[in-house]
């Protein structure tokens, strides 16, 4: 147990659909990034929050939104699904806003949209 | 646009030998690397890392190599065993802002008996 806990770790949702990813991140940890994995490729960087607010975006599509908490968990939001949705969607948290401190990383929800 | 690479999809190694896993770079703001090793069904967890001003770090079997002018690093292995199949990312920071991770698409490392 990593201590970051994710869930749900498998969801399946038809195309148009919304559905929230949770996500909570190891104790102490202020920072949270979100990161995607599709088939065969790397992890992409979606959006990081620090300490409740938004530090950085990466390549999230305008469907997607995200938030952090006060209690620090964060939630991401992905509406008007499509099929290339499919994918790995990992959280990580460090205990900064800097991430050479060190990532801990969720074992990941698999989004499978049909 | 990837600006860490990964170019072998999949390796496999006999028990025992070495394993070099290698990884490229293309931004020159990027002071900082990682190693993460990811098994079925799991995170990424961190391995190694190693900053720029160094070009060798060492932790027991695993020593990652860093080649600035090349923008290459590399992970050895030595020696593999069983328990080191997985995928295996690249991973680098920039001394730029926030300094989130910029992943490579991983090497499946197979560690044959």
Known sequence: DSGVTQTPKHLITATGQRVTLRCSPRSGDLSVYWYQQSLDQGLQFLIQYYNGEERAKGNILERFSAQQFPDLHSELNLSSLELGDSALYFCASSPRDRGRYGYTFGSGTRLTVV | ?113
Request: hydrophobic share 35%; aromatic share 12%; proline share 5%.
């Open chain 2, 1 to 113: 646009d990837q600006q860490v690479k990964q170019n072998s999809p999949s390796l496999s190694v006999q028990e025992g030998r070495i394993s070099i896993l290698n990884c490229d770079y293309t931004n020159s703001m990027f002071d900082y690397f990682l190693w993460y090793k990811k098994y079925p069904a799991e995170g990424p967890t961190f391995l190694i890392s190693i900053s720029s001003i160094k070009d060798k770090n060492e932790d027991g079997r695993f020593t990652v190599f860093l080649n600035k002018s090349a923008k290459h690093l590399s992970l050895h292995i030595v020696p593999s065993q069983p328990g080191d199949s997985a995928v295996y990312f690249c991973a680098a920071l920039s001394n730029f802002g926030n300094e989130k991770l910029t992943f490579g698409t991983g090497t499946r490392l197979t560690i044959i008996p």
